[in-house]
């Protein structure tokens, strides 16, 4: 599916110069850094919903481990 991106004269010279500066195309560049985005939030939100979800379960015994 195709959609429109809007960058402003900044974002946009930044996305030219590292384009250029990798010897790719600017689409290239934002759809790397977009997919990037997504596993990083993806993994962040998964690692957050297993510590609120399982941390508890155990608290009892890492609180002794601390001791």
């Known amino acids: 599916m195709a959609m429109t991106l809007r960058l402003d004269e900044q974002e ?3 996305l030219r110069a590292r384009a ?3 010897g790719r195309s600017m ?3 934002a759809r790397q850094a977009i997919r990037e985005y997504v596993e990083r939030t993806s ?3 998964l690692l957050s919903q297993v510590m609120d979800e ?3 379960r ?3 015994a890492l609180r002794g ?3």
């Open 12 to 14: 946009t010279d930044a």
């Open 20 to 22: 250029a500066l990798e």
């Open 27 to 29: 689409q290239e560049v």
């Open 43 to 45: 993994r962040r939100q």
């Open 54 to 56: 399982e941390l508890p």
């Open 58 to 60: 155990y608290s009892e």
């Open 65 to 67: 481990l601390g001791e």
